[in-house]
């Protein structure tokens, strides 16, 4: 579930910014494509537009989730626990 959060909620934040800065420069009725417009209404925009900066928020975000394990998490190493010498053994 924390995984799940930490990848879902900042991807969430992103789209909601990119959504709204990619629309505040565009209007949805002028975007065409071949001269057909490409969306039907500004509603459909609007959502295509946030689900597809959602996804690649996710994207980014699994990334930076990937990167920042330890070498040992992603390979799953896992040294022989080191045993303390006695106390009545001499240190070298």
Avoid: C, Q
Wanted: aromatic share 14%; proline share 10%; no cysteine.
């Amino acid at each position: 579930m924390k995984k799940g959060i930490l990848l879902l909620w900042p991807s969430f934040m992103i789209a909601m910014i990119a959504t709204a800065v990619f629309f505040s420069i565009f209007e949805p009725a002028e975007l065409k494509l071949h001269g057909n417009p490409l969306f039907a209404d500004k509603l459909s925009a609007y959502s295509v537009f946030f689900l597809v900066s959602w996804a690649f928020g996710a994207l980014n975000t699994s990334i930076v989730l990937l990167l920042e394990k330890s070498a040992r998490d992603i390979n799953g190493f896992t040294p022989p626990p080191v045993e303390a010498p006695d106390e009545d053994t001499p240190l070298p």
